[in-house]
C-alpha cells in the first residue's frame, strides 16, 4: 500500500487488502470522495443500489455467503437514517458488517452546541445506533482514520461478529493521508486485550460425561453454530454418532436433510416431529442459541422440564440468561465440536433413536393431522425439489418463511438466509442481490406480497446486471402472519391485515423493469411453473395466486401451552401415547 494518497483512497484500499470486491450503497454528496476512490479501484466495485435499505441488506447477504465483512454506504441525513434496519438486522443476527457514512464537515458538525443542526442534512448518527452496533464512531481527526478503520473491521469479526459504523466528515475524505503517521489498532494495548482465550478443558470432560450418562440427546442448532463456520465439524459429530438434531430458525441450512436424524425446525411454528422430540429428551446439547420465548414457548417452567441442558455460547452474556441450564460453556462453536469429536460416546440411545423417527413419520410436515395436504407448504416442497445444490434461498417476513423453514428441504451446499431477531419484512430481494453478487452463484427469492412490496425497487437491480435471480411471491393477498394473529386475539378483526390493505399486479410490475414475469393460480399450474422457471438461470418472476387467502401456519403452539402440545391439538389419548415424559394435562 502506498503510504501517501488521499483519505478516500486510503479507504478503499484498505477494503481491498481485506479481500473485500463490493461495496453496496447510494451516491449523496457527502460520499462522493469515497464513491469516486471507490470507482478508480480496479480491486472492487460499487453497487449502486436504488435505495440505502436494500444496499444495507445487499451487504447482509454478501457477509452471510461469503464470511467477509459486508459493506455498505449512504450520505448524511436521510442516507445514513436509512440505514438503520439493517444495521438492526446485523446486530441481531451477528453478521459481520462495516457501515460507512459521509458526514458534513467537520467545521459545520454542531458538536455540543444547543442548536439543532448547522450543516446540510447534518445528524448524528453514530449516537442514532450505537445500541445496535458493536462499535460506532465519528472520525473527525484524519490522525484517528487508520486506528478507528482498523478497530472497526476487527470488531465486526471478532467474538460474536456484528456491525460497525464508521462515519466521516467530507473533510477528512478529502484529506491528504501518510500511512507511517498513523497509529495502528494492532500495536496498541486495546488490541491484546481481545487476545485472551479461555480454557474449556474442563468444561469438554463434563460435557462428555453428561451426554454419556443420557439415554435421550437431542443437539438444538442455532444460528452461532453457523457464524462459527461449524457445518463440516458438527455434521462429522452428529454423523459418527446418529445423535438427533433440531435447529433455530437460523440454524436451518447447518445439517440437510439427508441426515437421517434431522428432525427439523423447533419452537412457536415448529415441525410437530421435532417439537415432540425436544420435549422428550433427557438432554439438549444447544449450540449457539439463545433459547428465546419462539423456541421455548412463552412458559419458560414448562421447557426442557425433565432434561438437562448444556449450553455452549460465544456470547457469555447469552449463557443462562433465559433458561438455567446446567454447564454452560463460553465458546466458538466450532472449537469446542472440534474438541467433543476428540471423545468416544458409549451411551446407548438405539430406543430414542427409533421413537424420533416414529415422531417424523408420523408428523408430516406437508400433510397436517387432519390428512389433508398444507398446499402452501407443498408449494415449498416442490420448490426445493427443482433447486440446484449451490442455490442460496433467501426468505421474507411472514407466513412463507415458517412454511419455508418446516418443508424447504436442503441438498448440497445449500444455504438458507432469514431475517432472525429484526424479522424485517423486506429483506429478502436485496440479500439475495448481495448473495449473488458475493458468490457468483443463483439466489431464489421466497417472499410475500407484503414484504415484496417494501423493496420491489430493488428489481432494477436485478435488471441492470442481469443478476440469477428467481422470486417466487406467496401471494394471498394479505398480510397473514399477523392476520392469524388477528383471528385468535382480536375476535378477527383484520384491521391493516385485510382492511385498508391492497396488492397490485406483479406481474405487470415485473415486466416493466424488464423481468419475465408470470402469475400461476391452479396447484397444477403453479408446479409446472416453479420446474419451468428453475430450469435455467435468467432472472424471473411468479406471483403465486394462493387459492386460499385464509392462509394458515400449522402447526403453531398457542401462549403458555408446552412446546409438545401444538395447535391443532392431537387427540389427548394420541398425545400422551407419544410422550415419554409426564404430560402437564394429566
Not at 144 to 168: C, H, T
Not at 555 to 566: A, G, Q, T
Amino acid at each position: 500500500m502506498d503510504t501517501f494518497m488521499k483519505a478516500s483512497d486510503y479507504i478503499v484500499q484498505f477494503l481491498v487488502e481485506k479481500n473485500i470486491d463490493k461495496v453496496f450503497g447510494y451516491i449523496g454528496g457527502a460520499v462522493a470522495h469515497f464513491y469516486d476512490s471507490l470507482d478508480k479501484n480496479g480491486q472492487i466495485e460499487i453497487v449502486n443500489t436504488i435505495h440505502e435499505q436494500g444496499a444495507g441488506f445487499a451487504a447482509e447477504g454478501y457477509a452471510r455467503m461469503t464470511g467477509k465483512t459486508g459493506v455498505a454506504t449512504a450520505t448524511s441525513g436521510p442516507g445514513a437514517t436509512n440505514l438503520i434496519t439493517p444495521i438492526g438486522s446485523c446486530f441481531f443476527d451477528s453478521v459481520p458488517t462495516l457501515f460507512i457514512t459521509g458526514q458534513v464537515n467537520t467545521y459545520e458538525y454542531k458538536y455540543d452546541q444547543p442548536v439543532r443542526q448547522i450543516g446540510f442534512q447534518e445528524t448524528d448518527i453514530v449516537s442514532i445506533i450505537k445500541p445496535i452496533t458493536k462499535y460506532a464512531v465519528m472520525v473527525d481527526d484524519i490522525a484517528n482514520l487508520r486506528y478507528e478503520l482498523e478497530k472497526g473491521y476487527f470488531l465486526s469479526q471478532e467474538g460474536r461478529k456484528g456491525p460497525v459504523l464508521i462515519d466521516i466528515p467530507m473533510n477528512i475524505q478529502r484529506s491528504e493521508f501518510d500511512l507511517d503517521q498513523q497509529t495502528s489498532f494492532y500495536e496498541s494495548a486495546e488490541y491484546q486485550t481481545y487476545l485472551e482465550k479461555s480454557d474449556i478443558k474442563n468444561n469438554i470432560r463434563t460435557a462428555v460425561e453428561i451426554i454419556n450418562a443420557s439415554k435421550r440427546p437431542i443437539v438444538l442448532v442455532g444460528g452461532g453454530a453457523r457464524l462459527s463456520d461449524a457445518d463440516d465439524e458438527l455434521n462429522r459429530l452428529l454423523n459418527t454418532n446418529n445423535f438427533p438434531v433440531v435447529y433455530s430458525l437460523l440454524g436451518k441450512d447447518l445439517i440437510k436433510d439427508d441426515y437421517t436424524y434431522n428432525l427439523g425446525l423447533i419452537g412457536a411454528y415448529g415441525n410437530r416431529y421435532g417439537n415432540m422430540a425436544l420435549a422428550n429428551a433427557d438432554l439438549i446439547l444447544v449450540l449457539g442459541s439463545r433459547l428465546d420465548t419462539r423456541q421455548t414457548g412463552t412458559d419458560l417452567k414448562t421447557f426442557a422440564r425433565e432434561a438437562k441442558i448444556i449450553q455452549v455460547d460465544i456470547d457469555k452474556n447469552e449463557l443462562g440468561s433465559k433458561i438455567k441450564a446446567d454447564l454452560l460453556i463460553h465458546s466458538d462453536i466450532k472449537s469446542f465440536v472440534e474438541s467433543l469429536r476428540q471423545h468416544i460416546f458409549t451411551n446407548d440411545i438405539t430406543y430414542w433413536q427409533e421413537k424420533v423417527l416414529s415422531y417424523k413419520e408420523k408428523y408430516s410436515s406437508i400433510v397436517g393431522i387432519d390428512q389433508k395436504e398444507k398446499i402452501p407448504n407443498k408449494i415449498i416442497h416442490k420448490i426445493a425439489h427443482h433447486l440446484n445444490p449451490h442455490d442460496s434461498i433467501c426468505v421474507d417476513v411472514g407466513q412463507h418463511q415458517m412454511w419455508v423453514a418446516q418443508s424447504l428441504e436442503t441438498k448440497g451446499e445449500q444455504r438458507v438466509l432469514f431475517s432472525g431477531g429484526m424479522g424485517a419484512m423486506g429483506c429478502a430481494l436485496p440479500t439475495a442481490i448481495g448473495a449473488t453478487l458475493g458468490t457468483g452463484q443463483r439466489s431464489i427469492v421466497i417472499v410475500g406480497d407484503g414484504g415484496f412490496q417494501m423493496n420491489i425497487q430493488e428489481l432494477e437491480i436485478i435488471k441492470r446486471r442481469h443478476l440469477p435471480i428467481k422470486i417466487f411471491i406467496m401471494n394471498n393477498t394479505n398480510l397473514g402472519m399477523v392476520r392469524q394473529f388477528q383471528e385468535l386475539y382480536f375476535d378477527k378483526n383484520y384491521v391493516g391485515t385485510k382492511k385498508d390493505y391492497s396488492v397490485p399486479d406483479f406481474e405487470k410490475i415485473g415486466n416493466a423493469y424488464g423481468i419475465a414475469s408470470s402469475t400461476a393460480r391452479t396447484n397444477e399450474e403453479i408446479y409446472q411453473k416453479i420446474e419451468e422457471m428453475l430450469a435455467d438461470d435468467e432472472p424471473a418472476i411468479l406471483d403465486i395466486r394462493l387459492a386460499e387467502p385464509m392462509t394458515t401456519v400449522e402447526p403453531k403452539l398457542i401462549v403458555n401451552k408446552p412446546i409438545e402440545d401444538m395447535y391443532p391439538f392431537l387427540e389427548r389419548d394420541e398425545f400422551t401415547e407419544q410422550m415419554i415424559i409426564k404430560p402437564l394435562d394429566s
